[in-house]
């Protein structure tokens, strides 16, 4: 299921990504879930973009590299 808007995103995600990083969240999703078919390994290809450019830091913050 691809996520149109920010808003549309899990919890998860909107309550601990800055925006910038929810947006390589969606985009990343979103394009994942075109090409396959387990919605788990979209959500693994779009943790994994996001952990490219950014980093989580000592209080647990999501933090841009």
Request: aromatic content about 12%; charged content about 30%.
């Amino acid at each position: 299921m691809p996520y149109n808007t920010l808003s549309d995103l899990p919890e998860s995600v909107r309550d601990n990504l800055p925006h910038h990083a929810q947006e390589i969240f969606k985009e990343a999703f979103n394009s994942a879930s075109d090409e396959y078919d387990e919605e788990e390994t979209a959500f693994k290809v779009a943790w994994s973009a996001v952990k490219q450019k950014y980093k989580k830091n000592d209080n647990g913050n999501w933090i841009k590299k």
